[in-house]
Each structure stands twice: as structure tokens, then as C-alpha cells.
């Protein structure tokens, strides 16, 4: 589904990405972890499209298509999502009024007719069960004073809503409480299917309790070092990034 | 014979001469004496200059290098379907129009106003209602210190007289609307509105300026509001002058006791633009929301100068001015608050936000508080930016387009100004106006 090619990438002309290969197929969780400025969300910003990211060398291919080539709307429309680390407040902007937006752009993309307002109501009530959000929060503009977990929540349920192929979460599960990430973490089991891939950054093998992953990998300093089965977020848990950087460096001298 | 007014040649005073001789309510002595005051003072004041504080980010040159002709019989050729586009779908309302300036019997309807209301052009109430005019025109517009209220009130001889008795509540809004179609020499009016409710008074009045050509002319605009105890009046601007006119509007709101306003204004035409709003809240327990959307693009100046007079304990202020400046316009914030020494536990609060769509654009926002009582809550803050492209690449994350992401920020961008409107026919109008210059800065940007 997912292939990541040797990918450079900039930031202010910093090199954060160097030369970073990565593989998901259908159906696979995969779990991102490293230390602080690794270049973890770079990854995740650059699946997403974002403009101030720019990638130097290599290539993405998504679904058999360059991704490099999509706007960020084609992507999210093509089945790419990204749950922020940080999401953006929009004032103004109604959480339902994006939701019914971003529903109907995707459907619209892919030739579908947009949803009837009774339909979109009865698809978001069940998924509102889902992510244990209330109505209130559907009501005010996106993300406005809404709480860290609330955020967090209600980028899973615009996950939910969205359905995408790949789902990236940033950091979703940093300053959840057990029970809100035991809701996020409901919420991701509920979409994953033999169609659907995961690609989860965390700084926690918390998180991996609750959705197991296929593929854990440590990524330092803009490259994949290591990579391995879900036992490796144990060792991160316990040993720390320390002794990958010594093993590379031994095996490099 | 037309009368020109111009700082050539005394053109002023000699004007007014000649204006004073057919100008309504000429003979009644108190009238001519707050006329002739006007003169005086305007004379002495002189036209604002960028040395002067208050309009230090507004250099009034080309209105005062500028020669007006008074139009004598500008009725023109205006047909009701003119009006149409100006009117507020779905709403029953009262209308008073005039065209450049005088009031038109035919275009006008007043038929829906509840009992004890009156609703008339200025010219006329001069006759009928002579006791209230002189007890409160020019009462509370400062004549004395500002030469554009000066200027409008010597030469006032139309607008508005909205009179509400106590107890009263007019349900359909009252429109005032302006309509130029001056001609191809500039010309002036000098619009002079009246409102007057009584206590425990509820109305809405709509003040409208907008033009059928695309001509100069100059609209000098006063407009006094005496709010009564425990009434309730919201007022709205909307100033859609043609590109190349000048529209200098000055709002005096006098609120009573456990009054409470909501000043709307929207300020999309003109190429130089001023409203100032002035409340002062002169009872105890008053409430007042002065909110304001400007659009400019091009070279327009838009200047949105206020002066919120807290003069008694326990009001509450709140004011809410967003502007979107694109091309090389200019924009100016400039909030006053005074706090007076017995304006004790006010509490009063301004916002000013700003968005600049273009590199040539820019926006002077200046707020100054001064408060001369000890237990006060005053607060403000101004923003000054582009559209935040962390919003932006947010929304299309979700896979909604570029285009559509942007008009999304920008709807809720000026919505924040129209949610406040309570009269519905007025806002949906104001939406659409939105989109329209919206879909304007599109289609230039596309050819
Ligand atoms: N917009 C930016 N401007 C400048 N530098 C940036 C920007 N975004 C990221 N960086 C830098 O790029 C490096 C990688 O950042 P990134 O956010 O990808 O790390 P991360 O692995 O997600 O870290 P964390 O675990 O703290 O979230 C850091 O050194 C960071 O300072
Ligand atoms: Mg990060």
C-alpha cells in the first residue's frame, strides 16, 4: 500500500529526513517510535503534504500513485490521514460543518453523491458513541477550548468518519489518561481491516497494549535503525534509544 | 441655482449663505442659530489634518482640496425596481428613501409602524414636531470640536426622524436608505438623522448608503440616538458608496439608564472612508456592543474610529472590529475608551482583528484606554496577519480544496462580526455581500 523510498527531507534547509525506507501492506499496524526531534511528525507532515516540508530525494508511493505529486486534499481524498500531534484551533469554523465537509469533499472525489443531512446525522451518532463525544463538542468551532483529550478524540473520530486507507496518528496517545486512551484506541480497532493500514508514532509502548502492532520501528536521527516485531516497544520501554545508537555505532566501526 | 462648497475662495461660508436662505426650518431662530454656530465653528476648526491626534492615520486632503456642488433637484430617475437590490429579502419594513440626499414620498412606506411612532425625513418633522427636534437635535453631536459633524449640521436639511414612544416595540426594522446618483460634478449631502426612543423601547434601524453610479460625491453623515432607560435599539451601517466617493459617518448614541445598543456597522465601498461611533453610556447598567466589519481592496481608506464614554458605574462595553484588507488599501483601528472618574466597576472590552490578503495592504490599529476611575475591567487586543496556513493546511488534511479551505477561514472570519445581528434579513444580506466581494477578488485574480 504504502512504499517509502530513500526519502530526504528539509526543513529550512535543515536536513531532518535522510534517507528513510519504510514498507506497509494492507492490513498492517505499524509502529514509529524514536527520540525527541528524530523526525517522527516530519514523516507523518510529509505523508500529509505539507508545503514547508521539503523532500530532496526519493520517492512515496501510495496505492500505485506518486504521492509527491498529490495536493493534501487529493491525499486525504485518496485515503490519507493524518491524526495531528498538535491540532489546530479553527474558531468559526463548526466541528460538524468541517466534518460534513471533509465527508462530502472525499465523497465528491471519489464520485459519490454528498450525504443527506439525516444520513450524515445517523453516520456521526454512531461514531460520536464510538469516541464518546458529545454533542457539545460537535457544536463548537474546531478544536476551540476543547481540552488535550478532547482533541486527540476528536481527530480519531474524524478518522472514523473519514475512513481512510492509511491512518497516521502523531502522537495521539501523549497526555491521555488510560481511559481516553483506551476510547483512542477503541476508536482505531473499530476501522482496522484487512483493507486498512496503521502507521503509529508514540513515544509509549502504552498504546501498544491496546492496538497491537505487527511492526515496531526506531527511528533516530531521520533514519529507520532498527525494526521488529512488538516485543522491541518492550525493550524501547525498558533500555531507552541508547543502546540502538551504540549497536549501529559498533557496526559501523 | 446650485450652491458649490469648496476651501477656495470662502466657499464655505459664501455657500452656506446662499443655503441658509432655502434650507427647511430656515426661519424658526433656534434652528438658525445652531446653523450658524455650525459655520462658525467649522470655520475656525478648518478640515482635519494628520497633526490632529485623531485622525493621524487619515489625511482628509482630497475632500478638503474637493469642490461640492449642494444638488437643488436631485431626484434623478430612481424607479422601485432601483430599489430591490438594496432591500432585505423576506422582511416586512419600514423605509424611508432618499435620493442624493432628499426624501422621496413615493419610494418611501412607513405603514407598519404600532402606534404613537413616527417615522419621517427630517425636512418635514422640522414643521410637525418642532418641540422634540429642539430639544434634541444637535444636543449631543459635538458641532463644537469636530468639523465634520460642524459641516453636516450647518447644512443639514434632510434624513431621518425616528421617534419611539415609551413602552414601545417595533417589531419590523426601520431602514433608512440613502441613494446617490449624483452627476458627473462632485457633490455633497449631508445626511442628518434623528432617533429618539423612549424608555423600555425595543427597534432596529438600518442605515444604508449606496450608490446607482460610479461617481464622486461626498456624504457627510450625523446620526444622534437617544436611547431611553431600559431600551433596547440596535443601528446598522452599511456603507456601500461607489469607489470614488468619500463617506465621513459620525454615530452619537446617548444611552439612559439600563440601556442597551448593538452598533453594527459594514464597511465595504467608498474610496475614503471614517465612521466614527461614539456611545456614551451616561446611566447605570448599561450595555453596549459596537461591532464592525471592514473589506477594502484596491486604494480604498477605511477608518473605524471610536470613542466608548463610560460615564457611569456598572456598563459593560464590548467592541469587536474585524477588518480583510487586500490590494493597496489601508485600513485604521482606532479604539478610544474613557473611563470617567464615576464610572466605577466598568467593564469594558475591545478586540480588534485583522486580516491582510495582500503585501500592499496595510492597517494602522491603535487602541487608548483612558480611565480616570479606580475599579474598572478594561481590556484590548489587536491582531494583525495572513490567513493562519496551519488552519489552512488542516482543513485540506481533511481533503477539502485549497479554495474551498480558504473561504472557509474567511466566512469565519467575518462571521464573527454578523453572528451578533439579531435582525436576520439584514445579516443574510450581509453574508451575501460578503460572498460577493469574496467571489469579486476571485474572478480578479483569475483574468
Ligand atoms: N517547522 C519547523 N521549523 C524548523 N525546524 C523544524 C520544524 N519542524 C521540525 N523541525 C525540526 O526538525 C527536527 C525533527 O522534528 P520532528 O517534529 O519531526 O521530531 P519528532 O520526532 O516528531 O519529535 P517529538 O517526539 O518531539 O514529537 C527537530 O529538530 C525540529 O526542531
Ligand atoms: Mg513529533
Redesign the interface.
Known sequence: MLEIKNLHVNVEDQEILKGLNLKVNKGEVHSIMGPNGSGKSTLAQVL????SYKVTEGEIIFEGKDLLEL???D???EGI??A?QY???????ANT??LR???N??RK?RGEEPLKHIEFVKFAKEKMKIMDIGDNLLKR??NEGFSGGEKKRNEIF?MQI?EPKLSILDETDSGLDIDALKVVAGGVNALRSPERAFLIITHYQRLLDYIVPDFVHVLVDGKIVKSGGKELAYELEDRGYGWIEEEKTAANS | MSITLSEKDNGYIEGFAGFEKTAPGGSLGWLKSIREDAITKFSELGFPTPQDEDWRFTNVAPIARGSFDILQNGQGKVSASDLKPYQFEGEQINELVFINGRYSTELSTTARLPKGVIVLNLAEAIDSEQDILEENLAKYADFKDEAFTALNTAFMEDGGFIYIPKGTVVEEPIHLLYISTSGETPSITNPRNLIIAEDNCQANIIEHYVSLDENIYFSNVVTEMVVGENSSLGHYLLELESKKAFNISTLRVQQARSSNIRSHSVLLGGSLVRNNVHPVLAGEGCDSLINGLFMSTHRQHMDNYMKVEHASPHCDSRQLYNGILDGRSRGVFHGRIIVHEDAQKTDAKQTNRNLLLSDHAQIDTKPQLEIYADDVKCTHGATIGQI?E??L??????????E??RD??L???T??TLESMTVDSVKNYCANLITDWFNQRKLAQKS
Open positions: 500529509a503534504g505539507r508545503e495536493s493534501p486534499e491525499r486525504a481524498c490521514f493524518m495531528f491540532p489546530v484551533e479553527i474558531p468559526g469554523v460543518y468541517l465537509e471533509a465527508l469533499s472525499v472525489y468551532g474546531v474524524q473519514l | 493562519d496551519n488552519a493546511f488542516y482543513l485540506r488534511s481533511r481533503g477539502i480544496s485549497k474551498a479551505s472557509i477561514i466566512n469565519a472570519f462571521n464573527e
